[in-house]
């Protein structure tokens, strides 16, 4: 037998999805609540511009870092909406946000030294870091406190060990942005203390509600402690194209760049072409998206919060309803338990509070189309009426 020498997890959304796909196949409707994505179409203008690169064969091996218009497109784009000073050097193409982490863990981290990372958090985060010999440090935070970590939080949990904070502003799954001011007083710890600040900015184009969103790029006193990820897949609905990028110093980007050409050699050709259009319609195609996916927040809000008589407030960004199990079922308190049920039982496909660092919760996506996130609601309202464990 070949015995593989590491251990690592599958990611928890992953499986779901995974599960749910495969009660698909064998011919049950499966309401998906589960996908982190916008479930709709890549706008017209993306899909022609990757079409018209096939047409004019742009379908060599693509330069590892990515294709000179994108990588500068991309400086311009955060320079422009998110005040960064970067310039080409800056930045590097990446097969999604997730492997630019990868990318940067490996790069980064060191056996033992310690990584904090604010809960509830991407689930992918405490297992790169734990992957590249990391120790995840947890910070937990309240849903009471909009579930934010504040700088006494960094001090109190920072030891020798520690060299790099994770945030995830806008927040996977909890929809928390910081504001500028408590954004100054996290970063400001974070500087005193020496630490990288890795800023994971993906869902920056889906704030509601006219919230501003503010990068940590925002603050040119770190820039040289700080890395931000970014990404089409979400600000675009284009999850399956995989193009995201690393926003870094110089030197950072040359050793990604490195690994990068040990590994992938770069990003689809193609993709980097329907990259650059999403990039050049600056915030036309954004603002399409954004719209579509706030009105599915609403129904989303307003059909739970009728069939459950609850009055839980729509989170303010990104793609995510995380509700209390609470709101949904009495005596359960295994988010777990609940979501492999409902997806059994109901073909609900929701994700487990648990695998976000947060027991007694539930995370729902609104990425799905109304009609799923309607009927998906009502079937697992259904489920919940008979729900015993
Ligand atoms: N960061 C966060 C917080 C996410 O939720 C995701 C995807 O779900 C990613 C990064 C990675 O996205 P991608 O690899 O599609 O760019």
């Known amino acids: 037998m070949i015995k593989s020498s590491i251990t690592i997890p599958i990611s928890a959304t992953v499986e779901m999805h995974d599960l749910a796909t495969q009660k698909r196949l064998a011919g049950e409707k499966i309401f998906n609540l589960s996908a982190g994505e916008p479930v709709i179409p890549t706008p017209a203008e993306i899909k022609n511009a990757a079409l018209e690169a096939l047409k004019r064969n742009k379908t060599l091996y693509p330069p590892v870092s990515g294709i000179p218009p994108l990588r500068q497109a991309a400086v311009e784009w955060m320079n422009k909406n998110h005040k960064a000073h970067y310039n080409f050097k800056n930045c590097l193409v990446v097969n999604g946000g997730k492997f630019g982490l990868y990318l940067l863990f490996q790069t980064l981290m060191q056996k033992g030294k310690e990584v904090l990372i604010p809960s509830p958090f991407w689930t992918s985060y405490p297992d790169l870091v734990r992957l590249f010999g990391g120790k995840p440090k947890i910070i937990p935070t309240k849903e009471s406190k909009g579930w934010k970590i504040t700088a006494q939080d960094i001090l109190k949990r920072a030891t020798a060990k520690t060299r790099i904070l994770i945030l995830n502003n806008a927040s996977n799954p909890t929809g928390t942005i910081y504001t500028k001011t408590e954004l100054s007083k996290i970063l400001a710890t974070a500087k005193k203390?020496?630490?990288?600040?890795?800023?994971?900015?993906?869902?920056?184009?889906?704030?509601?509600?006219?919230?501003?969103?503010?990068?940590?790029?925002?603050?040119?006193?770190?820039?040289q402690d700080l890395i931000v990820i970014q990404s089409c897949s979400k600000n675009f609905a284009m999850t399956g194209w995989r193009v995201g990028f690393v926003f870094a110093p110089e030197n950072i980007i040359r050793t990604l760049s490195a690994?990068?050409?040990?590994?992938?050699?770069?990003?689809?050709?193609?993709?980097?072409?329907?990259?650059?259009?999403?990039?050049?319609?600056?915030?036309?195609?954004?603002?399409?998206i954004n719209k579509l996916m706030a009105k599915r927040r609403d129904v989303f809000f307003k059909t739970f919060n009728a069939l459950f008589k609850t009055k839980i407030p729509p989170p303010k960004s990104g793609l995510y309803g995380f509700i209390p199990l609470s709101a949904l079922v009495h005596d359960e308190k295994d988010s777990s338990k609940f979501c492999f049920n409902a997806l059994k039982q109901a073909n609900v496909a929701i994700v487990p509070g648990k695998a976000f660092g947060q027991e007694g919760y539930v995370r729902f996506s609104f990425g799905a189309p109304e009609k799923d996130l309607k009927q998906g609601l009502k079937a697992l309202a259904d489920f919940c009426k008979r729900y015993s464990h």
């Open 193 to 223: 203390l020496k630490l990288t600040i890795i800023s994971d900015e993906v869902y920056s184009g889906l704030i509601y509600d006219k919230q501003r969103f503010v990068s940590c790029c925002e603050f040119p006193q770190i820039s």
């Open 259 to 288: 690994l990068t050409s040990q590994s992938t050699s770069g990003v689809s050709t193609l993709s980097q072409w329907a990259a650059l259009a999403a990039l050049s319609a600056d915030q036309r195609l954004m603002n399409h």
